[in-house]
C-alpha cells in the first residue's frame, strides 16, 4: 500500500515543492488550501493519479476533521505525515498592524496548526511510524524587527512541535 501525505498550503511554494518530492517517490498526497487553483496546478503537475485535493480553510476544526476523514478513506486507511504547512506572512509596525491582519496571522500560522494537529491525531495513532510536520520558519527560532505577530505565531508551533515530541 502507497504512504500517504496531507499537505496543507500545497497550492504554492513549500507545499507544492513538497507535493512534488513525495509523488515522485510514490506516495499517494493530499493537497489542501484555500486556493482551488492552486491545488489544481499542483494535482496537473505530480499527476491526478496522486493527488487528493481539498478546498479547506485551516482556521476551520470542521473542515479539518472532514478533510482528513475523507483523504483517510481515499487513502486506503493511511495519513503517514500531516505536513501542516499553511501560512501567512503580513508583517510591519505592531502599533500599524490593524485587527484583521494580526487575527489573521494567528488563526491560520498557530491555530491553524492545533486544530490540524487536533484533527490528524487520531488518523496518525492508527499510521505506525507516521509523522507530524509542522513548518515554523527561522522566525520561529529568532524575531526580526517588524514581525512581531508572525514570529509569535511562529515561536508557538515551534513550541508545540516541541511539546508534542
Not at 472532514?66 to 510591519?92: Q, T
Request: with cysteine.
Amino acid at each position: 500500500m502507497r504512504k500517504a501525505i496531507f499537505i496543507t498550503g500545497a497550492g504554492s511554494g513549500i507545499g507544492r515543492a513538497t507535493a512534488e518530492l513525495f509523488a515522485k517517490r510514490g506516495w499517494f498526497v493530499g493537497l489542501a488550501d484555500i486556493n482551488r487553483g492552486g491545488i489544481e496546478e499542483t494535482a496537473r503537475l505530480i499527476g491526478p493519479d496522486n493527488a487528493y485535493l481539498v478546498t479547506m480553510d485551516v482556521r476551520d476544526r470542521a473542515q479539518w476533521r472532514k478533510a482528513l476523514a475523507d483523504f483517510v478513506v481515499a487513502s486506503g486507511g493511511r495519513l503517514d505525515v500531516l505536513f501542516n504547512n499553511a501560512g501567512v506572512g503580513h508583517g510591519g509596525p505592531f502599533e500599524l498592524m490593524d485587527d484583521d491582519k494580526r487575527d489573521l496571522v494567528i488563526d491560520v500560522n498557530l491555530k491553524g496548526v492545533m486544530y490540524g494537529a487536533e484533527a490528524g491525531l487520531p488518523h496518525l495513532k492508527a499510521t505506525p511510524g507516521s509523522c507530524l510536520l509542522n513548518t515554523c520558519s527561522a522566525a520561529g527560532l529568532y524575531a526580526g524587527p517588524r514581525m512581531a505577530v508572525y514570529a509569535a505565531t511562529k515561536f508557538g508551533v515551534r513550541a508545540l512541535t516541541d511539546s508534542l515530541d
